[in-house]
């Protein structure tokens, strides 16, 4: 019977510790996300007007007309902008394995802003303020390249053709050459940005 008892007692105490309430840990929201989300607060009408413009501009030529017909065939500009913003994770590693590039990258695709933030040390961020490149680092050996021209250089290649719709894009039609299958038509090419800095 006293085996009974110190069994019904075993079963009482795992009873209890196995009903125990555990505390509910709220999930904490990240600020700096909240803040980034709210501040895309672009009008729809905006869109409408920049759209509007770069179809005007782009089907005043022949090589814009075909560069329009790309972005239509990709989801369009309007989608383009109204998306938000643009975040992914940059690790760009040269052949040569010198000066890698390994950041998580968001990218204002409104204003053509951007913010790389170091894995290797998340405090360690970079960017495109819209007219400079700005850099905040412990020293300047945190980043062993050119942050400067490394800041929308991802944006570039990613957001192929939007990109083409904006300010010192130069398009030219070229006669139709076929490449690998695919027949070719115009070509761009972009006056280098990153030179216009203060810095």
């Known amino acids: 019977?006293?085996?009974?008892?110190?069994?019904?007692?075993?079963?009482?105490?795992?009873?209890m510790v196995a009903c125990k309430q555990t505390k509910?840990?709220?999930?904490?929201a990240n600020p700096e996300v909240e803040s980034a989300e709210a501040k895309y607060d672009i009008l729809a009408s905006w869109i409408e007007k920049r759209v509007e413009a770069a179809h005007k501009k782009l089907n005043a030529t022949e090589a814009g007309k075909v560069l329009w017909s790309a972005m239509e065939a990709h989801g369009g500009l309007d989608k383009w902008f109204?998306?938000?913003y643009l975040s992914f994770r940059f690790n760009y590693?040269?052949?040569?394995?010198?000066?890698?590039?390994?950041?998580?990258?968001?990218?204002d695709t409104w204003s053509n802003k951007a913010r790389h933030n170091s894995i290797e040390d998340p405090t360690s961020i970079y960017g495109w303020d819209g007219e400079e490149a700005w850099?905040?680092?412990?020293?300047?050996?945190s980043f062993a390249y050119d942050t400067q021209f490394w800041a929308l250089t991802p944006l570039?290649?990613?957001?192929?053709?939007?990109?083409?719709?904006?300010?010192?894009?130069?398009?030219?039609?070229l006669p139709e050459q076929e490449f690998k299958g695919a027949t070719q038509k115009i070509k761009s090419n972009l006056r280098c940005w990153y030179w216009r800095s203060t810095r």
Do not use: C, H, W
Request: aromatic share 10%; no cysteine; proline share 3%.
């Open 1 to 15: 019977m006293r085996t009974s008892y110190k069994l019904l007692g075993l079963f009482l105490v795992l009873t």
């Open 156 to 173: 570039y290649f990613s957001g192929q053709p939007f990109v083409l719709d904006g300010e010192g894009v130069n398009l030219e039609l």
């Open 82 to 84: 109204s998306n938000g």
């Open 135 to 141: 850099l905040k680092a412990k020293d300047s050996t």
């Open 24 to 28: 509910k840990v709220e999930a904490v």
């Open 93 to 107: 590693q040269p052949l040569n394995g010198k000066g890698i590039r390994d950041s998580y990258q968001t990218i």
